[in-house]
């Protein structure tokens, strides 16, 4: 019976990704090609969020106390634990690997079975792996971006990870029907009500949710796959362009200035030497200017780059708490 379940789910997910792939035009965005219908999830997803999720988790909040809502988030990742350890062996981590062991170790049992977080306290800080992270760290793209029905934004390949994640999930393994959905359903409500005051930033920072969402899932995913120090993009080569081709122009106007006064004198052969004399000495400060333009399309330059960066950074910061990844590059 359990088998046919997760037999069910699986082949819904694999026809749901195929009737993505293929159900809708292309768009303006080459990451999301079924923008139309990803809209069309999304504003589902949204409405089934604001009339059941949301309200549950927020009663979820005000009947439990922190600590117990703490104790239960706890058990779930210490669930989670067991795939980081298994993806960062995948990817060779093996420093890594060893230290999420140790950490499922300490929590599982000084934690009682993980209610407690004993092993931050030891130093153990907990990483974020998944099956599409290994995927994207052999090489593997993320494909079109997704919205899932009832489950939210993912991609190609992540929800290829998340397909095989769900079949070993020890969760979705239990046989006692009632105990795994239930079990289930408290790991949603729990998760849901941990994103209530995340929520509200975006709610606030957002005037397109559905493209805000998007680009934060997408970029967050990226961070994660590199482990918090992914390379950068195309920024640079456009700054870098765009400064080089106003610093030429202040360049060749001076050689043209430079040029000029030279030739003019050339009708008397005896003063030669005196007015280029004066034409240089007189247009010897426009170099000077033109490095001074110059110097000024680097530093504003280096602005932009800058205020890019932060913003990515506090970009970053966010999605942390709207996906639980962790954008802490892993020590090895």
Same mark, same amino acid.
């Given at each position: 019976m359990k088998s046919t379940f997760k037999s069910n789910i699986l082949s819904a997910a694999i026809l749901s990704t195929a009737f993505l792939l293929t159900g809708c035009?292309?768009?303006?965005?080459? @990451?999301?090609?079924?923008?139309?219908? !990803?809209?069309?999830?999304?504003?589902?997803?949204?409405? &089934?969020?604001?009339? &059941?999720?949301?309200p549950i988790a927020q009663g979820y909040r005000f009947v439990l106390?922190?600590?117990? @809502?703490?104790?239960?988030?706890?058990?779930?990742?210490?669930?989670?634990?067991?795939? &980081?350890t298994a993806n960062n062996l995948l990817q060779f981590k093996?420093?890594?690997?060893?230290?999420?062991?140790?950490?499922?170790l300490a929590n599982t049992t000084l934690g009682i079975g993980g209610i407690f977080d004993v092993a931050t306290s030891f130093g153990l800080e907990k990483h974020d792996?998944?099956?599409g992270q290994t995927l994207g760290y052999w090489g593997i793209g993320n494909g079109p971006f997704l919205m899932v029905p009832l489950t939210g934004p993912s991609t190609v390949r992540d929800a290829i990870g998340s397909a095989a994640q769900f079949y070993f999930d020890p969760v979705w393994n239990i046989d006692n029907v009632a105990t795994r959905n239930?079990?289930?359903?408290?790991?949603?409500v729990s998760n849901r009500a941990n994103l209530l005051d995340?929520?509200? &930033?975006?709610?606030?920072?957002?005037?397109?949710?559905?493209?805000?969402?998007?680009?934060?899932?997408?970029?967050? @995913?990226?961070?994660?796959?590199?482990?918090? !120090?992914?390379p950068r993009e195309n920024l640079g080569e456009f700054e870098d362009d765009a400064a080089g081709k106003k610093a030429a122009a202040p360049t060749e106007n001076t050689d043209k200035a430079v040029e000029a006064p030279v030739a003019a004198p050339v009708v008397s052969e005896a003063p030669v030497t005196a007015p280029v004399t004066a034409g240089v000495e007189t247009v010897s400060p426009a170099p000077a200017a033109a490095e001074v333009k110059v110097e000024a399309v680097a530093e504003k330059t280096d602005e932009k780059t800058a205020a890019a960066e932060t913003e990515s950074n506090g970009f970053t910061a966010l999605l942390a708490a709207l996906f639980g990844g962790s954008t802490t590059a892993a020590q090895e």
């Open positions: 035009a292309t768009n303006g965005d080459p @990451r999301d090609p079924l923008e139309p219908l !990803n809209r069309g999830i999304y504003h589902f997803n949204d409405t &089934v969020d604001k009339a &059941v999720m949301k106390p922190k600590p117990i @809502r703490t104790g239960v988030s706890n058990v779930f990742s210490n669930v989670d634990d067991l795939f &980081v093996f420093q890594t690997a060893a230290s999420d062991f140790a950490r499922l792996e998944d099956l239930s079990l289930a359903g408290l790991r949603v995340a929520e509200k &930033v975006l709610d606030e920072a957002a005037l397109d949710p559905y493209t805000f969402l998007r680009d934060a899932y997408l970029q967050q @995913r990226r961070s994660l796959v590199y482990d918090g !120090n992914p």
